[in-house]
């Protein structure tokens, strides 16, 4: 989802949930403002070494070094410099708008920003296993939930390092700095340019300065030589590669949907990329990223170039399939239909007029062999074999109530939000589309 799809979404939970507040009798003022137990702006009345727990914080952009982000209370005012920075001495993989509650000690670090002016900022010290992050039901991080000071107790929470166990990426992020040494501040992506997009290998190497740390991001491309601590990036058309260093490089499989890191150069015109490690990187630098998704998702037929094959069994008894993918939509008039992930979390058209003719939402299918392609923006599998599975549920309508908020959520509401309450039913419901 691109930053504004993802921001109008979560600015219509958000406004949904302020009706629903003005909604209740005697809410219609904030039940909670700052200053007040367990806000920010109580925290930073305490002095450096006070141990602090803040809870339902929103969690900002993390910090270039990867070992800090900002927070603030839901209904504060996003600004230039944060009033608190949690810090570690090891990565925080967290991501914007997760909310979470922090436990850690208070301190004051100094620095300059990038424009030479002198500042003092608030930090809030921690380690991965004092941050807890709000999950749904199955353990996926919940984003921008504003229910500080509604009286609610979030059943679904897990610690980052818990969290972090369940992506080995991630893990071996966690796991890699034992003990570093603090972040400096101010320690925000606006104290770097941002990455450039790169189409190509060369491209990317043509961003190499001398003079200072440029950072590229590249798409969608395999990898091999997978080591402890780098990879090969390579490239469909037309061939090319250049050398990665990544400490989570061993954990890696299938494809590269995106990666950002800096563009680095020796005497030699030796190029390679630095994302959190190598020759010239140094505590400090900045933190990139490598996102890998593994063969047989529909995600990694996605970063397939058009005309790239889905290898069938014939040509590669070792391949990966689309193994038993939910037939979402069937439009047989027009000879395609649609596939999702069963947990929905992404989905392709299908060409395959046969096949189109005879299924039926909720019906499980393998692609065993076919090429992909892109039509009018869309990325279509041209499928030479699809094999019919089994009968299923058509997948549901993507809607939310209070009814779901309470009974998947796992929630405790107080009274006046109770599930049973048509008052607040009615608005929380209209606002989200639920029924």
Known sequence: MSYKGKALGISIV???????????????TPVIRDGDPGTIGACLAQPDGTTVTLTAEQILQ???????????????????????????????????????????????????????????????????????????????????????????????????????????????????????????????????????????????EAQYSSTSRNLVELQCRPFSGATSTQ???????????ITVYYTGSSTLSGRINKIVGTIQKDVSNNYWIEVDSGTNWTEGDFVGSVQAVPEGKIAWVKTLPD????????????????????????????????IQESDRTNGIRV????????????????????????????????S?????????????LWVWSTKHWAAEATVSLPPALSADSDSTMSVFSFALGGR
């Open 62 to 204: 993390r910090g270039k070094s990867g070992k800090s982000f900002a927070i603030k209370e839901w209904f504060d005012q996003r600004t230039e410099q944060p009033r608190l920075v949690v810090v570690s001495t090891r990565p925080l993989p967290v991501e914007e708008f997760w909310t979470a509650d922090v436990t850690g000690t208070l301190d004051t670090f100094s620095g300059t920003s990038r424009d030479g002016i002198s500042i003092i900022q608030r930090v809030l010290i921690v380690s991965p296993s004092s941050i807890n992050v709000y999950c749904d039901p199955k353990g996926r991080p919940f984003m921008f939930l504003p229910i500080k000071g509604l009286g609610m107790e979030w059943a679904n929470k897990r610690s980052l390092a818990e969290l972090s166990g369940t992506s080995t990426t991630q893990a071996a992020s966690v796991s890699t700095m034992d003990e570093g040494t603090l972040p400096p501040m101010p320690d925000s992506l606006d104290s770097v340019s941002a990455p450039v997009y790169c189409a190509t290998i060369a491209d990317a």
């Open 384 to 396: 030479y074999y699809t094999e019919f599975v089994s009968s299923g549920t058509p997948p549901p």
């Open 14 to 28: 958000a406004a949904a949930i302020l009706l629903l507040v003005a909604s209740i009798p005697g809410w219609s």
């Open 307 to 338: 005309g790239g094959n889905i290898p069938s069994y014939q040509q590669d008894p070792y391949s990966t399939p689309l193994v038993e993918k939910v037939v979402s939509r069937a439009f047989p008039n027009q000879g395609y239909f649609y």
């Open 231 to 241: 990879f090969t990036l390579g490239q469909d058309d037309p061939v090319d590669s």
């Open 351 to 382: 060409a395959d007029s046969g096949m189109a003719s005879v299924l039926n939402p909720g019906d499980i299918v393998t692609i065993y062999d076919g090429d992909i392609t892109t039509v009018d923006g869309e990325r279509v599998i041209n």
